[in-house]
DNA sequence: CTGCATCCCAGATGATACTG
DNA sequence: CAGTATCATCTGGGATGCAG
């Protein structure tokens, strides 16, 4: 009821009438929003960085195949989203922790439960793919 | 507590550990997962399903802008991955329906949440984004 | 109506080297 | 330590034309 008020039928409609009318990528939420989490690197950040704030580096260590430039750029995106603050420490040499902030903790909530499903449903997934990849043979 | 045996800290430290032993990245639930619905289109598609089955030219219709190389293939990736069910009508011209599976419906409760979650928190993500690019200014 | 094949481009990602 | 800069690469995605 709060802040929703199409049920699901019209949404869907809704956002077709928006893109026929001209509206433009940013106008649609679910594609503004999620693409902006659904990066390769970004959810698997923020999950990290929900537990407690982190270093660079130690982002780096916990995330062994992520590229220096990736995790730059990504922690730069979510900052600029407002998930993630950024501190500087103007020690010698110097370190920058980074933590969510109340909206990324906030967003965590929603993205924990699908990131609980996709644990709970790995393998049904694997499956699925392993059967249709068999079929097509 | 049911089907979830680590807590959150233990989780990214063994993905961690996952990967320090040279495990393959299909190996990690979060983005083997969350890759696979995490395309351009993927939300919106099963989002659309979700409501009732579409035929693919209905869908086409429902999401103006997008190409039919695109649809074909992410369609075809979300059946691959168990999401959508694909059933072909023998008439002339023939026509298919898309419908979502069970673990389409399942993977689209939490999926659902998020998109409320961006529907609610549009506006708060375009200010950051604004706050920020203003400041770099 | 539905879908595949081809060509092509822009953006995303990685590897490496360099700097405050 | 925490980046930035540059170059190379890989993939997603669009346009178009053909086919069952």
């Not at 893109?19 to 690197?41: E, L, M, N, T, Y």
């Not at 260590?61 to 730069?76: A, E, F, G, K, Y």
């Not at 979510?78 to 020690?91: C, I, P, S």
């Amino acid at each position: 009821m709060d802040g929703n008020v199409f049920n699901l039928k019209s949404k869907i409609e809704i956002y077709k009438a928006m893109a026929d009318a001209g509206a433009s990528f940013a106008d649609c939420p679910v594609r503004d929003v999620i693409q902006g989490i659904s990066g390769k690197w970004s959810s698997l950040l923020v999950m990290a960085l929900s537990e407690k704030p982190y270093r660079f580096g130690q982002l780096r260590r916990l995330v062994p195949d992520i590229s220096q430039r990736m995790l730059t750029q990504t922690l730069h995106d979510l900052q600029r989203d407002g998930y993630v603050h950024r501190e500087v420490f103007a020690t010698k040499p110097p370190s920058v922790e980074y933590s969510l902030t109340d909206l990324g903790r906030s967003m965590f909530g929603p993205l924990h439960e699908l990131i609980q499903w996709a644990e709970r449903n790995h393998s049904a997934v694997r499956d699925a793919r392993a059967a249709f990849d068999a079929a097509a043979t």
